[in-house]
């Protein structure tokens, strides 16, 4: 599967089920990225275990060896990252192509635009697509001179050799991705750079940041670091990534007699809000084991089915779940009663406009999903068989795959070959652990 076949990949997915056994989900997507800058920025050796080999990572990963760091892997999720320093990244020979990851786009942003020389960062269509104004805006105010499209849209053209100076940012939207950009920005900057945020995102970069030595001052909702300091290479273990145990989580408990455990899951409490609300709305989710991995919580999570409710899912717990509400949707489908959401226009410049693409879904799936600009009204019902398109979204292909286990006849799915950028061997793994899915 790749990007470029990304139409002709479909899912079809048989109803029934169950889901039963102990699996280990890949590598967390926003810890892989930030191992692969930070570790190349620092000096000496960073050890990495756990990595991610889904194509938004390894964009990343492509890109810091474009930029003449020499990365071995990733061979079984390790990945040795000879780090060149703050100073040591080289002009890469062409553009920088980083797929359909926002991710790598919008902290590579930050974080070249306290490089010397020229790059241009592009993507695919989807990542041509979202807004990119929202770091180029705050960037620019550090000095930074980045090029975009009339709309404020990739390609971004980076110009090297800017002085940055450090800026004290209120951030419009709650965003890591906006965040974590203007941090390592800050890197290269002089003075202070602070990031005070609307409500608490991931905050992988910063805990990143200090366990690899560098000063970091976080205080309430606010971050702040002063440029001129160094990165020390580290050993990073990464955890099983939540986003993608989302789907097990969401599909083990609607599938009746499912009896699951999720290994070594990432429990970053930036993170966790999918939990929070599954067990809001009646879930059995039993946190088991939990340890501590180079500076970020784990745990093994044990969910069986249960019996499910509407909520009204509070605005709070938007930004710790951001990435869950597509099977979150699929759950309150699932649900007794009405799911209410709202404060997540987010939501509508994720890969895909996931309010939209989703109520289309559930609509054409039998339910009553109403969308609404930063939301969606979901009165849980009986899944029947139909055919839903995913528009390239990797989470919602998943999320509808896992809706087939209360579904009354298969569920066709079309345009999932991006499953791949953030859960290669998803197939694999959901039809080992009872899902009746095939991939065509
Ligand atoms: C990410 C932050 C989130 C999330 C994305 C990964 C990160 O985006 O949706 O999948 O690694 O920082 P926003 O920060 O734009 O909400």
Redesign the pocket.
């Known amino acids: 599967m790749s990007a470029s076949n990304s139409k002709s990949v479909r899912f079809s997915v048989a109803p029934g089920g169950r889901l039963q056994g102990r699996l280990r989900v890949p590598g967390d ?2 810890i892989s ?2 191992s692969i800058m930070l570790g190349s920025l620092a000096g000496g050796e960073t050890r990495v275990s756990g990595f991610l080999e889904g194509e938004d990572s390894l964009a990343t990963l492509d890109a810091f060896k474009a930029m003449g760091v020499r990365i071995e892997g990733p061979e079984n999720g390790h990945v040795h990252i000879q780090g060149v320093g703050l100073y040591g990244l080289q002009a890469p020979p062409r553009p920088l192509d980083l797929g359909n990851s ?2 790598s786009m ?2 590579m942003a930050g974080l070249l635009a306290g490089q010397a020389f020229n790059v241009t960062l592009t993507g695919d269509a989807s990542l041509s697509g979202r807004p990119m104004k ?1 770091v180029v805006e705050p960037l620019t105010r550090m000095g930074a001179h980045i090029g975009t499209t009339d709309r404020g849209t990739a390609p971004l053209a980076i110009q090297g050799g800017a002085p940055l100076t450090g800026i004290d940012y209120d951030m419009p ?8 950009s203007v941090l390592l920005a800050g890197l290269y900057a002089s003075g202070t750079t602070c990031v005070t945020e609307p409500a608490p ?2 905050d ?2 910063e805990r990143m940041l200090d366990g690899m030595g560098y000063p970091v001052q976080r205080a309430g909702n606010k971050v702040c670091l002063e440029g001129g300091h160094t990165l020390r290479g580290i050993t990073i273990d990464v955890p099983a990534d939540i ?1 993608s145990a989302a789907f097990f989580l969401v599909g083990a408990s609607i599938a009746s007699a499912s009896d699951l455990v999720l290994e070594h899951v990432g429990m970053n409490p930036t993170r966790t809000g999918v939990i929070d609300i599954l067990k809001q709305m009646g879930a059995s989710i039993e946190i088991e084991n939990r340890r501590e991995v180079g500076g970020e919580p784990v745990a093994d999570l044990h969910v069986r089915a249960a019996p499910l409710h509407g909520i009204e899912i509070s605005p709070e717990l938007v ?1 710790l779940a ?2 869950e509400f597509p099977v979150l949707f699929v759950a309150a489908a699932c649900a007794k009663g009405r799911t209410v959401l709202t404060g997540a226009e ?1 939501l509508r410049v ?1 890969e895909s406009d996931r309010i939209q693409v989703m109520a289309d879904g559930l609509v054409a799936l039998g339910i009553e999903a109403t969308p609404t600009p930063d939301g969606m009204i979901i009165e849980g019902g009986s899944i029947i068989a139909g055919s839903v398109d995913s528009h390239g979204d990797h989470r919602i292909a998943m999320a509808f795959a896992m809706a087939a286990l209360r579904a009354q006849g298969t569920i066709e799915i079309s345009d999932c070959a991006n499953v791949n950028t953030s859960f290669p061997g998803f197939v694999e793994l959901a039809s080992q652990s009872g899902l009746r899915i095939n991939g065509i």
């Open positions: 997507k926003s990225h930030r926002g991710t919008r902290l929202r939207v709650a965003s890591a991705q906006v965040k974590s995102t991931r992988h970069t986003s930004p951001i990435d987010e994720k």
